[in-house]
T-cell receptor, first 111, second 114 residues
Framework: DAGVTQSPTHLIKTRGQQVTLRCSPK?????VSWYQQALGQGPQFIFQ???????QRGNFPDRFSGHQFPNYSSELNVNALLLGDSALYLC??????????FGSGTRLTVV | AQKVTQAQTEISVVEKEDVTLDCVYE???????LFWYKQPPSGELVFLIR??????QNEISGRYSWNFQKSTSSFNFTITASQVVDSAVYFC???????????FGTGTRLQVFP
């Protein structure tokens, strides 16, 4: 049973560019959350998707947007990249009753 | 406001020593959940335990044990007879009853030397 799958694993982008990160949730999970983890810090909640709608959002600017597809997979988009957006981006899925399963993340480097 | 504090940035022990990782939380809610996650170098957060605010029973799972004390707002994690494979960053996290959002501490890096 595959867990949470994220792609790509690593990514290098230039300041000002746009990036899309992808997440496939664990089988049976319908809720997807995204977190940003800067080096040496704990993960910070970006937003959560359920039934293709953004259900909750953390303190992130509108440059961060997302989408959930009918098969529950999700994308995280970041526009106008800043150097400070360099981080590990983690996707977590759950069946809606807690019990989050995290992926291994996408390491984004902005140069 | 919600907050999780892990005051220990890094701990180094020798194999077979016991080690306790501290976690102090702040919340105004009476219903909340506390978590511990392990993050090995691969980056994936591995779930260890979830505890709700109404269950203060301590828990033991193999070499792992957790001490939840509402009176001091603490949820400490002890590894007994540590092993090299326990080396990782450990995160304590909080979610309040009406949200699935996890609030993480800054983590404690545990290094276990042979």
């Amino acid at each position: 049973d595959a867990g949470v799958t994220q792609s790509p694993t690593h990514l290098i982008k230039t300041r000002g560019q746009q990036v899309t990160l992808r997440c496939s949730p664990k089988s049976g999970h319908d809720t997807v959350s995204w977190y940003q983890q800067a080096l040496g810090q704990g993960p910070q909640f970006i937003f959560q998707y359920y039934e293709e709608e953004e259900r909750q959002r953390g303190n992130f600017p509108d440059r961060f947007s997302g989408h959930q597809f009918p098969n529950y997979s999700s994308e995280l988009n970041v526009n106008a990249l800043l150097l400070g957006d360099s981080a590990l981006y983690l996707c977590a899925s759950s069946p809606g009753t807690g019990g989050y399963t995290f992926g291994s993340g996408t390491r984004l480097t902005v140069v | 406001a919600q907050k999780v504090t892990q005051a220990q940035t890094e701990i180094s022990v020798v194999e077979k020593e016991d080690v306790t990782l501290d976690c102090v939380y702040e919340t105004r809610d009476t219903t909340y959940y506390l978590f511990w996650y392990k993050q090995p170098p691969s980056g994936e957060l591995v779930f260890l335990i979830r505890r709700n605010s109404f269950d203060e029973q301590n828990e033991i799972s193999g070499r792992y044990s957790w001490n939840f004390q509402k009176s001091t707002s603490s949820f400490n994690f002890t590894i007994t007879a540590s092993q090299v494979v326990d080396s990782a960053v450990y995160f304590c996290a909080l979610s309040e009853g009406d949200t699935d959002k996890l609030i993480f501490g800054t983590g404690t890096r545990l290094q276990v030397f042979p």
